[in-house]
Each structure stands twice: as structure tokens, then as C-alpha cells.
């Protein structure tokens, strides 16, 4: 296999774990799967870094979650096992989210992601600031979940495809906004990705 070619200026991360979202979309969203955005795509996501590493430094279980309104503005929350790896996911955090649109926080918080199997739940600050559940779209074959490979996103090629189960809830001071059940969801349960930023 030949070595990775980064880009000038970007360094380079590598992560497996776990990865889920929803957003305001009907199914499907474009943003990962073509690069197209919507302008009224409106979500939260989060991730959990079984291992991993942004320029050499350890990511290794960092949980970082995100609500956004695509191209307008985002918020950051990050669970960090210490003070070093903390440091290493903002650091790759502002790199991913670079061009999500303007970043208004970065902060601390407790994140939960549970489940397998595209029956995930996800709570920040105990649900008090998200708080959402993802169920598995089955495909064809009448037993797993539809699939979509080679898409645009660097966190993961590959995507699960899912829907809200139920209403997500987002608040944060002047931000807050309400989904309804039924809305777009991606996971990947077996993230292991490679690339630059």
C-alpha cells in the first residue's frame, strides 16, 4: 500500500469508533453523499474515538459532538479523558468543521452515545443540550441497513443509513431548535478512517 500524500499545510489523523448524526433533511441528506448543501440543513452529530490520533498527538477516547446550521454557523462540545487530549480535539475539531460555517463555541461536556447497530442514542449534558435517537433504515435484502460508500465526508466513506426515532431536541442559550422524528440519520458503527486536515 502506498503512503498517504497530505496536503501543504494540513496534518495528518487517523480514527476508528463510532459515528452518528441527524439533521433536518428528509432522507437522504446530500451534504456527505454529493458535497451539495442544502441551505436549510440544521443537525447534531457526534463521535467516539476508540483510538485515534490528529498530527501524531492522542485522540484516543475523545467524544466530540457538534450542532450546526450548515454554511451559517456551529457549536463544539467535547468529553476529553484529559488536559492533552482535550487540547488535540479542538485541535482537529476546528480543522473538520473549517468550512461548516462560523464557529461560535467550543466548550466541555458530558456525552453519551450508546447502542450499536444504527439503534443509537445520543444525550449532551445529561439530554439538557441534546439529545437524539437513530434507528436503521433497512435495505433491500429485508435485514441490514441501506449503505452509502464512497461519499464526501472525512470523517467516514462509508454511511449507514438511518432516521430521527424520535423528535431531536437541541439548546444552548440563543441557540436552540427542534427536529421531527423521521428526519435524515447517517452512523457508522465501525469507523476507521485516514486522512488531512
Known amino acids: 500500500m502506498a503512503a498517504p ?3 501543504a499545510g494540513k496534518q495528518p489523523f487517523h480514527l476508528s469508533g463510532v459515528y452518528t448524526d441527524t439533521c433536518s433533511c428528509r432522507v437522504p441528506c446530500l451534504c ?3 458535497g ?4 436549510s440543513c440544521q443537525g447534531v452529530g457526534a463521535i467516539y474515538i ?15 459532538a457538534y450542532a450546526m446550521l450548515m454554511g451559517n454557523w ?11 487530549r482535550r487540547a488535540t480535539a479542538e485541535r482537529f475539531l476546528r480543522a473538520l468543521c ?5 464557529l461560535e463555541s467550543v466548550r466541555d461536556a458530558k456525552i453519551e452515545i450508546s447502542g450499536k447497530d444504527g439503534g443509537y442514542a445520543v ?10 435517537v437513530i434507528a436503521p433504515v433497512i435495505g433491500g435484502d429485508g435485514r441490514s441497513p441501506l449503505v452509502h460508500a464512497n461519499t464526501h465526508s472525512p470523517i467516514t466513506s462509508t454511511f449507514l443509513q438511518g432516521r430521527s426515532a424520535e423528535p431531536t431536541v437541541y439548546n444552548d442559550g440563543a441557540r ?16 476507521d478512517t485516514s486522512g488531512s486536515l
Open 50 to 64: 476508540a483510538h485515534g490520533d490528529f498530527s501524531g498527538s492522542d485522540l484516543s477516547g475523545v467524544k466530540f
Open 5 to 7: 500524500v497530505f496536503g
Open 123 to 132: 444525550k449532551v449534558d445529561d439530554g439538557k443540550t441534546m439529545d437524539y
Open 74 to 84: 456551529v457549536r463544539l462540545y467535547i468529553d476529553a479523558p484529559d488536559p492533552a
Open 32 to 34: 456527505d453523499l454529493t
Open 176 to 191: 436552540s431548535f427542534e427536529i421531527a422524528a423521521g428526519r435524515n440519520g447517517y452512523f457508522n458503527g465501525r469507523v
Open 98 to 102: 473549517s468550512d461548516w460555517g462560523k
Open 36 to 39: 451539495d448543501t442544502p441551505d
